[in-house]
């Protein structure tokens, strides 16, 4: 009891000095003070975005800008923020934010791969390391988790996200979120978390990057916002509002977004920060006549950190003077910012972050590359696999194609701190645990472009081998920010020797890179086997060779769904039956195409192992509950093959009768388990209102009476099924 009034009392006296000492400064800055404080440039030490800025040092010593991206290291932070620790006037330490998205300095599997793993324990580990790595550099804030849900494979930053699904999507930006910010975001080991892209930026038209993004408010609410509102709820103390408009509006001045969804409705009370030059394109979005209104916009629509644009920095003070904004709104936002500073400790010690000693010692160390390994393995999904895999050590092997041995191409975009140079590759790695004399290597071809004179050489030898490895896929580059493509077939001439390779008739595996779902239907006809690995980063070399020599077991299941072809885009689990449903095969006036049929390749949740697990009936404990009740859902799940392996238990439900239509499967759990061969374990989930809610017919948000039905298995079209009932 006395223990629990002294900690009350503790953090009420905390909360208020955190107050006081804010509303301190607040009250002794003057106005430029502030509009320094609402401002971010880049340094130029990294470029994440078109345009620099030089002169940002002189900005910092006269306290015009009050928070910095792109500057990392110890050494370097600490400098700057000596500028403006020491040089200012009241000596507000600089906020500095950095892209931090799949590791710092060792680097993860992209997202979308880490994403694959659904293991949101070991995702939450990867961004514990990154932060630990990033903080240390004198990072203090990382503009991660990326939430946008996307179901555009033509879109380059499906590849940073978590996929397809709302569900999946909010678990991993919890566990991202808690991963970066840890219990205290005053300890020097943890970073702040940034949610972006606010909101709906993973629905670009035509998929092409920055585009147009409009949808109604009961699909933005059930689609796309669960992953960032989870996030806010984990904690994370900042949102980046996203370059796109929504229903016309950008979203860096909306005030539907920034203030009555994200402050009002989820009670979020940190900062939000514009996308680089965000305010300022506004004006081509022809919401603004100049950067002076948009920066005006956007703050009043609850925006108060401009990053890039220089808008507050250049006009606000005339904005304030003319009474086009009042003092109390920019103050709010200072206040705001200066929160996070003081969250992080700042105030107490700017340079706790920039500690040259705990950089050199814990970074890329042998625990955090154990992690980096273990999220790539993983991360795999093994999408086919026609008795070629595992690999027996000691097989004569050819391993073809130019990506086998670049492992600069493993890290993927937005690789932070990333050292290209490190990773072992994929070919030095296979030699390693093969033995090199069983290795024979041939480039074959590159991943892009028309030249076909490696082709000679890497038929000899595949003609030389037991079988083939061939590793294909898309240049990292190819996706990532500004990275969209017209079509998601492997590039170049790749596919066209691998269907040479396979007609020699030898087993051939295919181990893909890429950023996004590709349509692969040529290849997996020509492949005995496909291992999608993502850019699979810094242990990438050694993850791909324990997974095609049977030294790992791929877990990876797809976190999204993989078209037959780019005219079934988009093509996602979570879609709705239509009116007319395609119940009647070959009958014309059903929803479907002439010509290809309405199934994906390869659907989300999908992905093989070594083993082989069986699925036994569900078991409701009972078949109806009501407001105050809930109901568990169990099912018998045995691993049937001859060696241990991890299955992801997926759960779904569909919605028989509503007021709105639902859709034909909606992932409302999962759960991983390992299983010893032969080993049969029970999984349950327990199914409460909350499992079966939705934007009702009337915006209100809530569950309705009715039949449901209940799918539980290994992927979203492979399940065993039952019914339930609801009523209120
Ligand atoms: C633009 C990107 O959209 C965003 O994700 C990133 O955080 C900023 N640039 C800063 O690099």
């Not at 996706?479 to 390779?501: F, H, M, Y």
């Amino acid at each position: 009891m006395k223990k629990t009034l002294l900690l009350i009392t503790t953090t009420i006296l905390a909360v208020a000095c955190t107050q006081s000492r804010v509303e301190k400064l607040v009250r002794q800055m003057t106005v430029d003070e502030k509009i320094g404080q609402l401002t971010m440039f880049t340094s130029d030490w990294s470029v994440t975005g078109p345009s620099m800025r030089p002169g940002f040092e002189k900005d910092i010593r006269e306290g015009r800008c009050g928070n910095l991206l792109n500057a990392y290291t110890a050494s370097y932070n600490r400098k700057l923020q000596e500028i403006a620790v020491n040089e200012t006037r009241l000596g507000i330490p600089l906020l500095f934010g950095y892209d931090v998205i799949h590791g710092f300095r060792t680097i993860f599997p992209i997202n979308l791969g880490m994403a694959a793993s659904w293991d949101t324990e070991l995702i939450q580990e990867t961004a514990r390391v990154a932060a630990v790595e990033a903080s240390a550099a004198g990072i203090h804030w990382t503009f991660s988790p990326m939430c946008d849900v996307s179901v555009e494979p033509r879109w380059g930053r499906v590849s940073e996200g978590s996929g397809e699904d709302p569900f999946l999507g909010s678990r991993i930006a919890e566990a991202m979120t808690r991963g970066y910010q840890g219990d205290d975001l005053a300890d020097p080991a943890t970073i702040a978390a940034c949610v972006k892209h606010f909101a709906a930026y993973g629905a670009p038209q035509a998929g092409r990057e920055y585009n147009t993004v409009d949808m109604s408010e009961r699909w933005l609410r059930e689609f796309y916002m669960p992953p960032y509102e989870a996030a806010v709820k984990a904690g994370a103390r900042t949102v980046m509002a996203s370059f796109n408009e929504l229903d016309g509006v950008p979203a860096t001045a909306s005030h539907h977004l920034l203030t009555e969804i994200l402050r009002d409705e989820w009670g979020f009370d940190g900062l939000v920060v514009s996308d680089y030059t965000g305010i300022m394109e506004m004006t081509f979005h022809g919401t603004a006549r100049d950067t002076c209104q948009a920066g005006v916009q956007a703050l009043e629509a609850g925006l108060d950190m401009d990053m890039m644009s220089a808008a507050f920095y250049n006009y606000l003070k005339g904005s304030i003077e003319r009474g086009e904004i009042k003092m109390k709104t920019v103050d709010e936002a200072v206040r705001r910012i200066l929160r996070v500073k003081e969250e992080l400790g700042l105030f107490d010690d700017p340079y706790r972050y920039c500690d040259e000693q705990r950089e050199a010692s814990q970074t890329m160390t042998p625990e955090h590359l154990a992690t980096a390994l273990k999220m790539a393995e993983e991360s795999a999904v093994l999408l086919k696999n026609e008795g070629v895999l595992p690999i027996k050590k000691g097989t004569k092997v050819a391993v073809i194609g130019t990506l086998a041995d670049d492992p600069n191409q493993y890290l993927g975009s937005w690789r932070a701190a990333g050292d290209g140079s490190y990773p072992q590759s994929i070919l030095y790695a296979i030699m390693d645990y093969n033995g090199e004399k069983n290795v024979v290597y041939a480039k074959g071809c590159r991943q892009f472009g028309e030249d076909r004179s490696g082709f000679a050489e890497a038929l000899r030898a595949a003609r030389s081998a037991e079988m083939v490895v061939m590793v294909i896929g898309e240049d990292y580059s190819w996706s990532g920010e500004a990275a969209s493509r017209s079509n998601i077939d492997v590039p170049g001439v790749q596919t066209e020797l691998l269907e040479k390779i396979a007609a020699l008739g030898k087993p051939v595996a295919v181990v893909l890179l890429s950023g996004r779902p590709l349509a692969l239907e040529r290849e997996s006809k020509a492949a005995g086997a496909i291992l999608e690995a993502w850019y699979p980063g810094t242990m990438g070399g050694k993850a791909v060779t324990n997974l095609l020599f049977g030294e790992a077991n791929p877990q990876g299941r797809l976190p999204v769904t993989f078209p037959l072809c780019l005219g079934q885009v988009p093509v996602y689990h979570y879609m709705k039956n239509t009116g007319r449903p395609y119940l009647h095969p070959g009958f014309k006036y059903e929803s479907h195409y002439l010509d290809i049929p309405n199934e994906p390749l390869y659907a989300f949740g999908e992905g093989l192992s070594y083993t082989s697990f069986e699925y036994g009936e569900v078991s409701l404990s009972a078949d109806s509950f009501g407001a105050k009740g809930s109901i568990t859902a169990s099912i018998e799940v045995r691993n049937t093959g001859d060696r241990a392996g991890v299955e992801t238990v997926q759960m779904y439900i569909h919605d028989r009768l509503a007021s709105v239509t639902r859709p034909v499967r909606q992932l409302k759990g999962f759960e991983q388990i390992s299983l010893q061969a032969g080993e049969a374990r029970t999984v349950s989930f327990t199914i409460d209102p909350e499992t079966i809610s939705f934007w009702r017919r009337d915006m209100t948000y809530g569950p309705e009476a009715g039949e449901f039905d209940l799918y539980i298995g290994h992927a979203s079209n492979d399940t065993k099924a039952a019914s339930f009932s609801y009523e209120d």
